[in-house]
């Protein structure tokens, strides 16, 4: 459905109030928030389904979902009466205690997963602190090495794993690092989808320092959705299992469907065959469908154990709250089979994006697309590239997407999209691509 028929009672609901008279949400906004994202590009005050409406009345289709994080779209009934019903009942406990919600949840995933008996969950908060664990889980896998040398950890070139300081450390830019150094040490790069690379890194150092994790993503998501060539991941996998190494997969913005399989490891064309069982794998994003929450799912009994009883912990990870949103979200991703959905809408979406002409690539891993351009997509051609103009043409034109580059957009939009609006956005690309070039006051005749 396009974007200017969706339905007339969001225009009503977001009509401007009397905050008018204060600024709007934007001017308010850089007198008050801590402006480390930039200016925003619109605010956004309410949303059904895959759309959402600015505080001008404006609609939007959301292609990007919050980056991955909105499962079920906007305001999705199951999600809401799961979350309106836990608050009403029990919000919060520490975790001296446990609740249904939580427990019901571990259990979840452990199924979804196919996880062997033995292995647990450890719950927090975003995808950053599920990473600084699954770090923390490899100093201790390191730790029970009697030698003491096995203290090196491998990250991928062009890796994103989050910014507090022990993700940062593995994540890949410079200039995120940078201005944070020093950082935990011992994390080593190499060249992602190389096995002689891997080989070379797993060996122990001059000074017999061994490895003791790998930690990589199956699909590097903020570098514009690159996949590993065929047989790399199950290469990873036999590389450090001979080498005494932990392998952990970070499916932060891979995991929950996005792929059309629940992990990506279990995703053939993700792997290139057989699914791959990491020693542990982190989760957040998609996993609450809006609401905040990380995990650490560690696979065996021997991987769970490594972490005991005050090495690590969180105030409110796994709390009855975002925990129950999240069994919201796997059952309505089961009970609506929204797995075969978001498999059948990606492949028609990027076989569509793959025939517009300016699109020289599309990655595709169910509704998760990195669309890359070409250089003179946009003419005249901008000095940061087309991607950013044309992530600024569609907002005008009433799409949401990203740019994670100067030639690649980033398409992540909520599990739910259907086969129309999908058409829609291909329609609307080239238009997009043509306004994109003009001045901003001129683009609306465009669109």
Same mark, same amino acid.
């Given at each position: 459905?396009?974007?200017?028929?969706?339905?007339?009672?969001?225009?009503?609901?977001?009509?401007?109030?009397?905050?008018?008279?204060? %600024?709007?949400?934007?001017?308010?906004?850089?007198?008050?928030?801590?402006?480390?994202?930039?200016?925003?590009? !619109?605010?956004?005050?309410?949303?059904?389904?895959?759309?959402?409406?600015?505080?001008?009345?404006?609609?939007?289709?959301?292609?990007?979902?919050?980056?991955?994080?909105?499962?079920?779209?906007?305001?999705?009934?199951?999600?809401?009466?799961?979350?309106?019903?836990?608050?009403?009942?029990?919000?919060?406990?520490?975790?001296?205690?446990?609740?249904?919600?939580?427990?019901?949840?571990?259990?979840?995933?452990?199924?979804?997963?196919?996880?062997?008996?033995?292995?647990?969950?450890?719950?927090?908060?975003?995808?950053?602190?599920?990473?600084?664990?699954?770090?923390?889980?490899?100093?201790?896998?390191?730790?029970?090495?009697?030698?003491?040398?096995?203290? !090196?950890?491998?990250?991928?070139?062009?890796?994103?794993?989050?910014?507090?300081?022990?993700?940062?450390?593995?994540?890949?830019?410079?200039?995120? !690092?940078?201005?944070?150094?020093?950082? @935990?040490?011992?994390?080593?790069?190499?060249?992602?989808?190389?096995?002689?690379?891997?080989?070379?890194?797993?060996?122990?150092?001059?000074?017999?320092?061994?490895?003791?994790?790998?930690?990589?993503?199956?699909?590097?998501?903020?570098?514009?959705?690159?996949?590993?060539?065929?047989?790399?991941?199950? %290469?990873?996998?036999?590389?450090?299992?001979?080498? %005494?190494?932990?392998?952990?997969?970070?499916?932060?913005?891979?995991?929950?469907?996005?792929?059309?399989?629940?992990?990506?490891?279990?995703?053939?064309?993700?792997?290139? %065959?057989?699914?791959?069982?990491?020693?542990?794998?982190?989760?957040?994003?998609?996993?609450?469908?809006?609401?905040?929450?990380?995990?650490?799912?560690?696979?065996?009994?021997?991987?769970?154990?490594?972490? !005991?009883?005050?090495?690590?912990?969180?105030?409110?990870?796994?709390?009855?709250?975002?925990?129950?949103?999240?069994?919201?979200?796997?059952?309505?991703?089961?009970?609506?089979?929204?797995?075969?959905?978001?498999?059948?809408?990606?492949?028609?979406?990027?076989?569509?994006?793959?025939?517009?002409?300016?699109?020289?690539?599309?990655?595709?891993?169910?509704?998760?697309?990195?669309?890359?351009?070409?250089?003179?997509?946009?003419?005249?051609?901008?000095?940061?590239?087309?991607?950013?103009?044309?992530?600024?043409?569609?907002?005008?034109?009433?799409?949401?997407?990203?740019?994670?580059?100067?030639?690649?957009?980033?398409?992540? @939009?909520?599990?739910?999209?259907?086969?129309?609006?999908?058409?829609?956005?291909?329609?609307?690309?080239?238009?997009?691509?043509?306004?994109?070039?003009?001045?901003?006051?001129?683009?609306?005749?465009?669109?």
């Amino acid at each position: 459905m396009p974007v200017d028929t969706a339905c007339a009672s969001l225009r009503k609901e977001t009509a401007m109030t009397a905050d008018a008279a204060h %600024g709007t949400l934007l001017d308010r906004y850089s007198h008050a928030v801590t402006g480390l994202f930039g200016p925003p590009q !619109r605010a956004l005050v309410s949303g059904s389904g895959v759309r959402v409406v600015d505080e001008d009345g404006r609609e939007y289709v959301d292609l990007l979902a919050g980056i991955a994080v909105n499962s079920l779209g906007h305001a999705h009934p199951r999600l809401v009466a799961a979350v309106s019903e836990q608050a009403g009942r029990l919000m919060h406990v520490s975790n001296l205690f446990t609740s249904e919600p939580q427990v019901g949840l571990a259990e979840d995933l452990l199924r979804l997963s196919g996880a062997p008996a033995g292995s647990s969950v450890f719950f927090a908060n975003s995808g950053s602190e599920a990473n600084e664990a699954a770090f923390k889980l490899a100093r201790r896998h390191g730790g029970e090495d009697p030698s003491g040398l096995r203290t !090196r950890v491998i990250a991928l070139e062009g890796a994103f794993h989050g910014r507090t300081m022990g993700a940062l450390a593995l994540t890949s830019k410079e200039a995120y !690092r940078a201005p944070f150094e020093p950082l @935990p040490g011992g994390v080593e790069r190499i060249p992602g989808g190389d096995l002689d690379a891997l080989q070379a890194a797993l060996a122990p150092d001059t000074e017999r320092r061994t490895v003791a994790a790998v930690l990589l993503e199956p699909v590097q998501g903020e570098g514009g959705v690159h996949g590993w060539p065929a047989g790399y991941l199950a %290469g990873v996998r036999a590389a450090t299992r001979e080498a %005494g190494a932990l392998m952990i997969l970070d499916e932060v913005q891979s995991g929950i469907g996005r792929t059309g399989s629940w992990f990506a490891f279990q995703d053939p064309a993700v792997t290139g %065959g057989d699914p791959v069982v990491p020693d542990a794998f982190t989760l957040a994003k998609g996993l609450g469908g809006g609401v905040p929450i990380g995990a650490l799912v560690s696979v065996g009994p021997e991987v769970s154990a490594l972490l !005991r009883p005050g090495q690590h912990g969180t105030t409110f990870g796994g709390n009855p709250l975002a925990a129950a949103a999240a069994r919201a979200v796997l059952a309505t991703i089961e009970e609506e089979a929204l797995l075969e959905n978001v498999r059948r809408v990606g492949a028609a979406l990027g076989d569509g994006l793959r025939a517009v002409d300016s699109v020289t690539e599309v990655r595709q891993y169910g509704l998760w697309l990195g669309v890359d351009l070409a250089a003179d997509a946009v003419r005249p051609l901008p000095d940061a590239g087309p991607a950013p103009a044309v992530v600024r043409a569609a907002l005008e034109g009433g799409w949401i997407v990203n740019a994670t580059g100067p030639r690649t957009l980033r398409l992540a @939009p909520p599990l739910i999209l259907d086969e129309a609006d999908a058409r829609d956005f291909v329609a609307a690309l080239p238009m997009i691509l043509s306004a994109a070039g003009q001045p901003t006051e001129n683009r609306g005749a465009s669109l």
